[in-house]
């Protein structure tokens, strides 16, 4: 279980300090969907960094299968980050330089030893899953918002995180795709994997098992199904 | 796929700034190399003039003079102690020396007088071989003495004797022809009939005997003190004399090439590597929505940096081995605008161009030592908020 106790945020601008995150709680059990909705600047996109460790707390205590992440090494958080987390942005983020095949398989690519052809296989297997098994070879230029958004899933796939954390998966999607998006994302979740999104959107967020709804940098309901 | 797919893909994304980088880096290792190079021929070259020049150093036997006068009637000076030395032993000690290679020339002389038309005239006896490499400016009517019985005779002796080539002279019971005359050179050698070594020790009954040694050492990479004393401790008994200003004068001058294109290589080579930092600064800030990407795939801060000095590694690697080869061909090109090309010795060397290669990407991946820590430094969420 991924758990956040009195997690507090705030960012130091120009101007006056801004508090994103004011004392939030929230657990996400392994194999859950939960949407966190809000509007913009209510701290969503803050949490679901902190919760997928790419931004650390002012104060409070995340903590993930019983371990305090703010006590290990950053060592072990890299490994935890490299084996069972995986985040997919709005604009999708991948390397332009890179086909998608090595985009999926970019996980696998961080040392000098070539990447196994058994991980190539199961990258293949994971771009077929999310329906470009004949795209591997293409770069993300070729390839339109969707296929591109589905590419940063098949590389959450392949390194078989547990947890895939999701900004605005739909945001530069029109509605067909983004919808198709959401249906992978259903299906992913069923199969197993814990999926934490955020969205604006309250009609994307129905697909989630549980709905955390926020506003001013605080939880103001929890919707579960 | 490893991790240097990320660089060389990097590389081949933009091609042009790839190439553009290339060719400044190839551009400043090609300098250097054909500087270094033409630099070489020329020092080179340069110490052959400056060796045709003249002798540094003096060979003499240690002789105390005496100033003879009686009763206000001066008779001038008289040399006390022995005069005449053996020539082969001593050329054999001086060539025995440590830093033999650094000697062009080892020339032994006697000197003697004789009555030829009614006038004394001093006759010199030399190395034909060993005289002509420090004399090399001399210039004849005529030819040079071929056998042992020939000479020279020096443009004012040659005029107060009424000498011209093709005349025999007579020097104590045996007879030389004169092979040619020397055109004037303003030294003493204009006054005195020069003749075969063996030949005059020969005539004056002086055999192996001789009086001093003019030795011609190269020294641009060699203190002339560190030769002389070596001569002094193979010929103790000798006095060895270098004549300092003639030596400095030509370090100064070799050397003097050699630094100037150090430094100017030196420079070179500083911009250059500035500018790869600069453009691997600007690639940091560029890329930092990819390294946002990685470092939340869970890539490690040396993993990244790791890729950043890559990148310039290879871009090392490809501009000294494009840069060598264009200075190499430079090199030729300069030494023929420079009218040196006759005296160019230079010779492609693998292990060289390995070293310059492998020294270039160190110089790159140096330049991007600071670049590669930034983006090393970067932290995923900062990187990923920052678009």
Same mark, same amino acid.
């Given at each position: 279980m991924l758990k956040a106790e009195n997690i507090s945020k705030t960012f130091y601008g120009e101007g006056t300090p801004a508090r994103a995150l004011?004392? /939030?709680?929230? &657990? /996400?059990d392994e194999g859950e969907f939960v949407s966190i909705v809000g509007r913009s600047g209510s701290g969503k996109t803050t949490l679901l960094h902190i919760l997928s460790t790419l931004q650390t707390p002012d104060?409070?205590?995340?903590?993930?299968? *019983?371990?305090?992440l703010g006590r290990i090494s950053e060592r072990e958080l890299n490994m935890m980050r490299h084996h069972d987390f995986a985040v997919i942005f709005q604009f999708h983020h991948l390397l332009p330089y890179l086909t998608v095949l090595e985009n999926t398989l970019l996980?696998?690519?961080n040392t000098l030893r070539p990447v196994s052809s058994g991980h190539v296989e199961e990258a293949k297997q994971c771009l077929k899953r999310v329906g470009l098994d004949d795209k591997w070879n293409r770069l993300p230029s070729m390839l339109s918002g969707g296929e591109q958004q589905r590419v940063a899933i098949a590389r959450a796939? /392949?390194?078989? &995180?547990?947890?895939?954390? &999701?900004?605005?998966? %739909?945001?530069?999607?029109?509605? %067909?795709? *983004?919808?198709?998006?959401?249906?992978?994302?259903?299906?992913?979740?069923?199969?197993?994997?814990a999926v934490v999104m955020v969205t604006h959107d309250h009609q994307y967020a129905a697909y989630a098992d549980t709905i955390v709804e926020m506003e001013d940098g605080a939880v103001k309901s929890v919707h579960t199904e | 796929m490893n991790i240097l797919t990320i660089p060389l893909r990097n590389m081949r994304r933009k091609p042009w700034r790839t190439v553009l980088l290339l060719f400044v880096f190839a551009l400043g290792v090609m300098s250097v190399v054909s500087l270094d190079n033409v630099s070489n021929v020329v020092g080179e070259s340069l110490e052959k003039k400056l060796t045709a020049y003249g002798a540094n150093i003096l060979v #003499?036997?240690?002789?105390?003079? =005496?100033?003879? $006068?009686?009763?206000?009637?001066?008779?001038?000076?008289?040399?006390?102690?022995?005069?005449?030395? $053996?020539?082969?032993?001593?050329?054999?000690?001086?060539? $025995?020396?440590?830093?033999?290679?650094?000697?062009?020339?080892?020339?032994p002389k006697l000197v003697t007088s #004789?009555?030829? !038309?009614?006038?004394?005239?001093?006759?010199?006896?030399?190395?034909?071989?060993?005289? =002509?490499?420090?004399?090399?400016?001399?210039?004849?009517?005529? !030819?040079?003495?071929?056998?042992?019985?020939?000479?020279l005779a020096g443009a004012i002796a040659a005029s107060r004797l009424g000498l011209s080539a093709g005349d025999t002279v007579s020097l104590g019971q045996e007879t030389y022809k004169v092979a040619g005359i020397l055109q004037s050179t303003g030294g003493d050698d204009d006054k005195v009939l020069i003749a075969d070594l063996g030949a005059l020790q020969h005539t004056i009954g002086a055999t192996d005997?001789? !009086?001093?040694?003019?030795? $011609?050492?190269? +020294?641009?990479? +060699?203190?002339?003190?560190?030769?002389?004393?070596q001569i002094q401790g193979r010929l103790p008994e000798m006095r060895i004399t270098a004549l300092q200003s003639v030596v400095k004068q030509r370090m100064y001058s070799v050397s003097f090439v050699k630094e100037l294109a150090m430094i100017v290589s030196l420079v070179i080579l500083l911009t250059a590597s500035a500018m790869v930092g600069m453009t691997m600064l600007s690639a940091v800030n560029e890329r930092k929505k990819e390294i946002g990407i990685l470092r939340s795939l869970g890539y490690f801060r040396r993993q990244v940096f790791a890729i950043f000095c890559v990148e310039a590694f290879l871009i090392g690697v490809l501009?000294?081995?494009?840069?060598?080869?264009?200075?190499?061909?430079?090199s030729f090109r300069i030494l023929e605008v420079l009218n040196v090309a006759q005296d160019a010795e230079i010779v492609f060397n693998w292990v060289r161009y390995a070293l310059v290669c492998g020294a270039i990407a160190c110089l790159a991946v140096t330049a991007a030592l600071i670049p590669a820590w930034k983006a090393s430094k970067i932290e995923p969420s900062e990187a990923l908020l920052s678009l």
């Open positions: 004011d004392s /939030v709680s929230i &657990a /996400v104060s409070g205590e995340l903590t993930y299968g *019983g371990t305090d996980p696998f690519m796939l /392949v390194k078989k &995180a547990r947890y895939l954390f &999701a900004d605005e998966p %739909t945001g530069s999607l029109d509605k %067909t795709t *983004g919808k198709e998006i959401l249906t992978l994302l259903q299906e992913l979740n069923r199969e197993g994997l | #003499a036997p240690n002789v105390e003079t =005496l100033e003879v $006068s009686y009763g206000g009637f001066t008779l001038g000076d008289m040399n006390m102690g022995e005069r005449f030395f $053996s020539g082969k032993e001593t050329v054999d000690a001086v060539r $025995s020396i440590e830093l033999t290679d650094r000697l062009a020339a080892v020339a #004789a009555v030829i !038309h009614g006038y004394r005239v001093g006759v010199i006896g030399v190395d034909w071989e060993e005289e =002509l490499k420090i004399k090399s400016y001399w210039a004849v009517d005529g !030819h040079y003495p071929k056998g042992e019985q020939e000479l005997r001789i !009086h001093f040694v003019e030795v $011609s050492a190269l +020294c641009a990479g +060699c203190p002339i003190e560190d030769i002389v004393t501009a000294g081995a494009v840069g060598y080869v264009a200075g190499y061909g430079a």
